[in-house]
């Protein structure tokens, strides 16, 4: 079946780092890759999303691309804030199957000022 | 608007209550999903709908109910729930059921504790 592996957390950085985080899949067909980001207390609000190979996803300082060689979809953000504590969970929507998510385990965020 | 909104934010009931969650979206999405998440965890899938009609049921004990009135609303049923159940409920919508491109959003929970 589908998966979704990202990297393990805690993840602690410093105010204007440089974030990654790693997310790589396994699925079959061309399924569309999603970022999804938590803050505590609080739903899942969509950070980014890429439908096909190459496609980059953007928001908010955040991107992705869509890596199908390396069924990567991992995520970046060139100076992080404390507002951007939160977890972050990588998710792909298949394309047969519809409606089965596969969400990664989440990776939490802390960013210090 | 990109808005689903969920209520109550907050329950508290026994094992032998009968509650109800209720979802609500207005962007004339057709699909709409109930997921159960537990502290430090992904979402868990529990149900879908498709056009008011229930697509998938992950398999999901009959003390869980859901029902969908109308395009725009969502209802889980709670009957005699156990206490392994306390988790934050999330309502989702998208377009539709498009196999592979539908974005799902996100309501705020309910957050269901069982004594």
């Known amino acids: 079946g589908d998966s979704v592996t990202q990297m393990e957390g805690p993840v602690t950085l410093s105010e204007e780092a440089f974030l990654t985080i790693n997310c790589t899949y396994t699925?079959?067909?061309?399924?569309?890759l999603f970022w999804y980001v938590q803050y505590p207390g609080e739903g899942l609000q969509l950070l980014l999303k890429a439908t096909k190979a190459d496609d980059k996803g953007s928001n908010k300082g955040f991107e992705a691309t869509y890596r199908k060689e390396t069924t990567s979809f991992h995520l970046e953000k060139g100076s992080v804030q404390v507002s951007d504590s939160a977890v972050y969970f990588c998710a792909l929507s298949p394309n047969t199957n519809a409606g089965k998510s596969t969400f990664g385990d989440g990776t939490t965020l802390t960013v210090k000022p | 608007d990109t808005e689903v909104t969920q209520t109550p934010k907050h329950l508290v009931m026994g094992m032998t209550n009968k509650k109800s969650l209720k979802c609500e979206q207005h962007?004339?999405?057709?699909?709409m999903y109930w997921y159960k998440q537990k502290a430090k965890k992904p979402p868990e899938l529990m149900f879908v709908y498709s056009y008011e009609k229930l697509s998938i049921n992950e398999s999901v004990p009959s003390r869980f109910s859901p029902e969908c009135p109308n395009s725009s609303l969502l209802n889980l049923h709670l009957h005699a729930l156990q206490p392994e159940d306390s988790a934050l409920y999330l309502c989702?919508?998208?377009?539709?059921?498009?196999?592979?491109?539908?974005?799902?959003?996100f309501g705020p929970g309910t957050r269901l504790l069982v004594l």
């Open positions: 699925a079959t067909g061309y399924p569309s």
């Open positions: 962007m004339g999405h057709r699909a």
């Open positions: 989702a919508s998208s377009q539709a059921l498009a196999g592979g491109v539908e974005t799902q959003y």
